[in-house]
């Protein structure tokens, strides 16, 4: 089955750091581009970040630019977000997703793919 | 950044009926050289993630019942069920993908009376 795994996320206090994972199941993480997106508790989606296959280019979300940086392992099949300097208004389900294009020169696009989200809380 | 305004909020419809939701984009969301429309719907439901439903504004994905369609272009998009089901009970969501900052509509809940 392709899905996507995500581990990582919990509890941080503020100003705190957490690194979030995610693995691919049944397909090959390194052909396609990938995304982080987040829903905080009873709100709707919002785009994170995003990274290139060859992982040589990323864009990210103003409230978080500066703060999270997304990286990618093509020889681990992994995806990883490293959050530090972490806010209140961080506390959210945090969900990777793949591109649904398998092509090189795509690097935002629609999701086909989505792990089952991990939470992540900012509080004292 | 593109804005992505969806209405209604919520939608409440009895079995059977025909449901509408619409997306307007800020932008324009048409790329002249492909003429294709930058444009996707999800459906979420309670506890799980987004499923991709319809991309291009109007191709629906593999397995998506052929009651889901999508129609528009430029900045004025519909997701449309002919014939709401039960199981169609979800929050849908509309994203452009034509340029980061990616953004979403705000979401469409969809009830059964």
């Known amino acids: 089955e392709v899905q996507l795994l995500q581990s990582g996320g919990g509890l941080e206090q503020p100003g705190g750091s957490l690194r979030l994972s995610c693995a691919a199941s049944g397909f090959t993480l390194s052909e396609y581009a990938l995304t982080w997106v987040r829903q905080a508790p009873g709100k709707g989606l919002e785009w994170v970040s995003s990274?290139?296959?060859?992982?040589?280019?990323?864009y990210y979300a103003d409230s978080v630019r500066g703060r999270f940086t997304i990286s990618r392992d093509n020889s681990k099949n992994t995806l990883s977000l490293q959050m530090r300097s972490l806010r209140a208004e961080d506390t959210a389900v945090y969900h990777c997703?793949?591109?649904?294009?398998?092509?090189?020169?795509?690097?935002?696009?629609?999701?086909?793919?989505w792990g089952q989200g991990t939470m992540v809380t900012v509080s004292s | 950044d593109i804005v992505m305004t969806q209405s209604p909020d919520s939608l409440t419809m009895s079995l059977g009926e025909r449901a509408t939701i619409n997306c307007k984009s800020s932008q324009n969301v048409l790329f002249n050289t492909n003429r294709l429309n930058y444009l996707a719907w999800y459906q979420q439901k309670p506890g799980q993630p987004p499923k991709l439903l319809i991309y291009?504004?109007?191709t629906r994905e593999t397995g998506v019942p052929d009651r889901f369609s999508g129609s528009g272009s430029g900045t004025d998009f519909t997701l449309t069920i002919s014939s709401l089901q039960a199981e169609d009970v979800a929050v849908y969501y509309c994203q452009q993908y034509y340029s980061p900052p990616l953004t979403f509509g705000g979401g469409t809940k969809v009830e059964i009376k």
């Open positions: 990274i290139s296959v060859s992982g040589d280019i990323t």
């Open positions: 997703a793949r591109a649904r294009r398998r092509e090189t020169a795509v690097v935002v696009d629609a999701f086909d793919i």
């Open positions: 291009w504004a109007s």
